[in-house]
């Protein structure tokens, strides 16, 4: 899906703004409340998590419907186009109404969704778009989850949503809200593929177009000087001596696709931002553009105080700024695709991507989060469908960029229950089939070990979360450390894959120091992450390290959790703890192209 712009042929409206939000009382769709302007609503931006926006639990905690409305004007220039209206995210399943009329639904809460609402809008007067977001989790969903319903001493339904992933469930409209308009004959997708053939660029191209099959495609350089040129639905052009895309030194070239009528006129043309770069996996090397490259920054989350997982491009630009000065060059998107607006930030400023679907919490037995009633998770849950939409829906939407490297299809499932590899093997060969240039990964937890796991075959590089040392070995690091090198090394001996730790961290309260290192100290999580690099620089198939996390972040009430998990290297409002010093030292001498000769 193409990310909306305004060029010389298309233009564009923004709906970002205040909304008028109210929670649904459970007969809003039967009362068709959608004919009609909302009645009771208060003022709720978009784009923004509704979660904490208000003083209420009510809002905070609602489990099911609530409505968003807005009004908007459409210019008669409009008239005989196709008008689309584009929502960039709703949270976790969104249905839309123009003037009344029922236009388009969606499941899936990270990835955007259209739709031509040319027939349902008014030239003469205002409009009405009127949204239904509905934040249930089950075991049909990704992530997956499950209602509690009981009652109160007055019979009152009480609703509470349970789930298997460790970070907030917030809701709402997380993403840009647009209208933008085209001919009736338009681009509708464009493929774009890159190889190096010695000293030569080669840019494969594919154009959907509707309408229309005549269609000019030019390639510009960063100076808009044209570089190559065809013509066609598909086919490859050459440029010599290309720039390449290099993490930490991005080049961006422009495709320009121009759709042509019958009359020879220009009715569509749509510029799509694209780098020159190849990806592969050999031996136990993770290459770019023929050169082995080491992994160096975090996961992280979308997420901060106030609005939640709503769209920051300021905060976007901060958490940019902040994995340069600690010396990161890249990061996971865990554990959901991020905004189109972050990767193309990503590709713009050289950060390298592990991209990765909502396919989190997958399975119903691990640690503090899951149900006492134990159960195999692939015999339980329902959502392989939603599964496979969710891996379309991200190759369709991030394909071109040059930053994503490698799709991680899920987070540490249940790889070492029955039924894994068959619940995995058809999304694995859907990955490759869609896109065969990127290799995958299912990341991996700690109870799926070299010998339970029944899904690691399934991947071209073992990602690994591992927290020994903190949930396991609790203050006897000495002790971990052993544990894990004996671990990668088992991985290794089975394998023969390139190693990635994904995830590593200790929870730690900034402020908190000690002069002996006691867990949740900032002194603990610098000797913690020392434990981890010192095993993981011995070893020379290991390609990767992504500490967990970023920054502070917000998760469900529980025990476990004290106003979120504090595994950030920074606070959720960036500051950075010792940890994120620590990192600065280590990460900036480190090469992206690297050996393990290099480490000092």
Partial sequence: MLYPQSNTKRELIELNGIWGFKLDDGTGVTNRVYEQQLQGTIPMPVPASYNDLVEDARVRDHVGDVWYEREFYVSETWIGKRIVLRFGSVTHYGKVWV???????????????????????????????????????????????????????????????????????????????????????????????????????????????????????????????????????????????????????????????????????????????????????????????????????????????????????????????????????????????????????????????????????????????????????????????????????????????????????????????????????????????????????????????PTTCKIHSLSDVLCLNRYVGWYAFGNDLEMAGRVLHQELLAWWNLTAKPVFLTEFGADTIQGLTSTVPLMWSEEYQCDFLQTYHQVMDKLDFVVGEHVWNFADFATKQGIVRVDGNKKGVFTRDRRPKKAAHFLRERYRNIKDYYYKTEVN
């Avoid at 949204?131 to 992530?143: A, E, F, K, M, R």
């Avoid at 209208?179 to 494969?204: E, P």
């Avoid at 931002?273 to 290459?287: A, D, Q, S, Y």
Wanted: aromatic share 10%; net charge negative; with cysteine.
């Fill in 99 to 449: 003037n009344g009329q029922e236009v388009m639904e969606h499941h899936g809460g990270y990835t955007p969704f259209e739709a031509d609402i040319a027939p349902f809008v008014n030239f003469d007067r205002k409009n009405r778009v009127t949204v239904l977001v509905n934040n249930v989790l089950d075991y049909t969903t990704v992530p997956i989850g499950e209602v509690n319903v009981r009652r109160d001493a007055a019979g009152n339904e009480i609703r509470k949503q349970d789930y298997f992933h460790d970070f907030f469930n917030y809701s709402g409209i997380h993403r840009p809200v647009r209208i933008y308009t085209t001919a009736q004959q338009y681009v509708n997708d464009i493929t774009i593929r890159t190889d190096l053939r010695g000293q030569t660029g080669v840019v494969y191209y594919e154009v959907e177009t509707e309408g229309s099959t005549n269609v000019k495609v030019t390639i510009l350089d960063e100076q808009e000087n044209v570089v190559a040129e065809s013509s066609g639905l598909h086919g490859d052009m050459k440029i010599e001596n290309p720039t390449l895309w290099e993490p930490g030194a991005a080049y961006l070239y422009t495709l320009r696709v121009e759709v042509i009528s019958n009359d020879g006129s220009v009715v569509d043309t749509y510029h799509e931002l694209f780098g020159i770069r190849t990806v592969k996996v050999e031996g136990k090397e993770f290459l770019i553009n023929g050169k082995p490259f080491y992994f160096k920054g975090f996961g992280k989350h979308e997420d901060a105080e106030v609005h939640g997982k709503g769209l920051d491009e300021a905060l976007n630009i901060k958490d940019f700024s902040l994995m340069k000065w600690i010396g990161a060059n890249s990061f996971r998107t865990s554990h959901y695709p991020y905004s189109e607006e972050i990767m193309r930030l990503a590709d713009r400023e050289g950060i390298v991507v592990v991209d990765e679907v909502a396919a989190v919490g997958l399975h119903l037995s691990l640690g503090a989060y899951a149900s006492s009633n134990k159960r195999n998770t692939w015999q339980t849950i329902q959502c392989q469908e939603s599964h496979q939409l969710a891996i379309k829906e991200l190759i369709k939407r991030d394909k071109n960029h040059a930053c994503v490297v490698m799709w991680a299809i899920a987070n540490e499932p249940a790889g070492e229950e029955e039924g894994a590899y068959e619940y995995f093997k058809p999304l694995a060969d859907l990955t490759r089939k869609l896109d065969p240039t990127r290799p995958i990964t299912i990341v991996n937890y700690f109870a799926a070990s």
